[in-house]
């Protein structure tokens, strides 16, 4: 059982949701002495879904909030199988014939794992085959279906701290592990919250129960009760909004998919872009898995169905896919039991919290999966509220500790949420003034990255901590900002 040599603090603070972004707040607060209880909708702990990417600022918040964290995240954590790209986030291919009347060769350098090499030169891809420098009528300097359009590269620090996937129950349950058995209640679904002023406030559940608490954390997800309580039901931010994508999910045993495909290709992180979709391939579970999510844009922009995950025969995807190349039919046929999700994300809220009502992770910032940074915001925001906390010593300071936090984490979450819907429609290539045009896509994909993965998040904390002490000083605080953080939004 996980102990803390911290003083607890004076104060209760109740978490609401029990997902990655609930447990890594949880925590936090243990390792910082700050008394918590989790309220859980569902009868045990448990993710929606299979595979969830964290890149290395990821990383760095799990050391800071609890190196035990990163101790569990390496223990179920595939990267990359070969050594020759251990270096590489993502390599994008074309992932059907290119219709582009621009031709362009590559500006990258040689791929070395299966299809053309960025100069052009021919290489041998997973299957032994050659790919050469022509298409099939003989034009020079025109993309081919497997070319590699895109190498998504760690470098610096960020290759030493270094990314990977993992099934989000296997590291769901290595988060279990640092949570006391006795901070947790399941079957506890919140329906309305009372604010009870300087006593705290009292949340309401299904099965009738009520709970007071010094504060509450919403950290139950995109279909959030806490942010409609917390932003007002008639508000247009409160309630997700459908991004005009759908998603089919399925994994494949990578035995399966290397014997198919080879182990260039299945074994090492790769998107095959197309025409309104994307296909994403990567490894989990240690490698012994692969991870599919295969994207396409609905024509008609709308999802009407009231759930957003539905079972789904073969049939459909392959009719989704029939036109694409042989990489991609390969990988949707052996798919097991796919389903299809509807992509909802969350327009910009003004805040975060009110009173002694705050949201974190996906209850605050829901984003599309597309830049693989929705969870890593999550652990940010878990390292950043749980040390402001820390600094607070009686219940009348919290309101001025959510509202360092917002100030502090707001812009940054909500710049994901944006460029996330930018990049689903950039590896549709649907982006604007990109479209198909591969050099630009290229262009754009080796920085799009930087602003997430170069985040000095010890500086956030101090930015936080600064805002929070002139807040208990009884400074106004109301839109005060820490020095550094206009540089996110560059």
């Known amino acids: 059982m996980p102990t803390t040599t911290t003083a607890p603090k004076p104060y209760t603070i109740a978490i609401v949701g029990g997902g990655i972004a609930g447990l890594a707040l949880a925590i936090g607060f243990h390792r910082q002495g700050i008394p918590f209880h989790i309220y859980e909708s569902a009868h045990a702990f448990g993710e929606i879904g299979a595979g969830v990417a964290f890149g290395p600022n990821s990383v760095r918040a799990m050391q800071l909030l609890d190196p035990r964290v990163r101790d569990g995240f390496e223990k179920v954590a595939a990267r990359s199988y070969d050594p020759r790209v251990k270096e590489t986030f993502m390599r994008f291919r074309l992932g059907c014939e290119w219709r582009g009347e621009k031709g362009g060769e590559s500006k990258g350098e040689v791929d070395g794992v299966g299809g053309r090499g960025g100069d052009g030169e021919e290489m041998v891809d997973g299957e032994g085959k050659e790919n050469g420098k022509r298409n099939e009528n003989g034009k020079e300097g025109v993309w081919k279906e497997g070319y590699s359009i895109a190498h998504i590269k760690f470098t610096g620090a960020n290759l030493e701290v270094g990314q990977g996937a993992v099934h989000r129950a296997r590291f769901l349950d290595e988060l279990v592990k640092l949570v006391p058995e006795g901070n947790v209640s399941f079957n506890h679904r919140v329906v309305a919250i009372d604010d009870l002023g300087s006593e705290g406030v009292k949340l309401h559940f299904a099965h009738g129960e009520t709970a007071t608490t010094d504060a509450v954390v919403g950290c139950d997800g995109v279909k959030s009760r806490v942010r409609p309580i917390l932003l007002g039901e008639d508000n247009p931010a409160a309630h997700p909004s459908f991004t005009g994508k759908y998603a089919y999910r399925g994994l494949i045993p990578m035995d399966k998919a290397a014997a198919l495909l080879g182990d260039e290709l299945a ?126 010593d009686d219940a009348n300071g919290l309101e001025k500790a959510f509202r360092a936090y917002d100030e502090t984490r707001r812009l940054r979450t909500q710049k994901l949420v944006t460029t996330s819907r930018e990049a689903g429609e950039m590896y549709d290539l649907e982006g604007p003034g990109i479209g198909d045009d591969l050099e630009k896509f290229g262009a754009n994909m080796n920085v799009r990255m930087n602003w997430i993965w170069d985040e000095n998040l010890e500086e956030e904390l101090e930015g936080a901590k600064d805002i929070l002490a002139r807040g208990l000083q009884g400074a106004d605080i109301n839109g005060a900002k820490a020095d550094w953080l206009p540089v996110l939004g560059n």
């Open 267 to 392: 074994r090492n992180n790769t998107i095959y872009s197309g025409y309104h979709g994307h296909v994403l391939a990567v490894p989990i579970e240690s490698g012994k898995t692969m991870n599919v999510v295969a994207f396409r844009t609905k024509e008609d922009g709308k999802w009407e169905d009231e759930k957003w995950v539905l079972p789904m025969g073969k049939e459909e995807i392959r009719k989704d896919f029939e036109e694409w190349g042989q990489n991609v039919k390969d990988i949707v046929n052996l798919m097991e039991k796919p389903d299809v999700w509807a992509l909802f994300d969350h327009p910009p809220a003004e805040t975060y919290f009110k009173g002694r009502v705050c949201l974190l992770g996906d209850a605050a910032h829901a984003s599309t999966p597309h830049q693989g940074a929705g969870a890593g915001m999550a652990l940010e925001d878990a390292f950043v509220l749980s040390n402001i906390l820390a600094q607070v």
